[in-house]
């Protein structure tokens, strides 16, 4: 670390709590996987968009 560089108080705490807990960083990466990185169907998408039921603009009567 550079003597002038500022570093906050998350970014410490952080780097400490992940230097304590590396099994953090791959708990992280697993839960990106599953809500992030996966196939798109397309079709569906499609299909889901063109089957929607317009909500009506003041949705209580």
């Known amino acids: 670390m550079k003597v002038n560089e500022y570093v906050s108080e998350f ?5 400490e709590l992940l230097r304590e807990h590396p099994e953090l960083v ?4 697993k ?4 809500w992030w990185d996966h196939k798109v169907d397309l079709e569906a998408e499609r ?3 063109t ?11």
Do not use: K, L, M, S
């Open 11 to 15: 970014e410490c705490f952080f780097g």
């Open 26 to 29: 791959e708990d992280q990466r």
């Open 31 to 34: 839960g990106w996987n599953i």
């Open 47 to 49: 299909v889901a968009r």
């Open 51 to 61: 089957d929607a039921v317009p909500t009506p603009a003041y949705y209580y009567h």
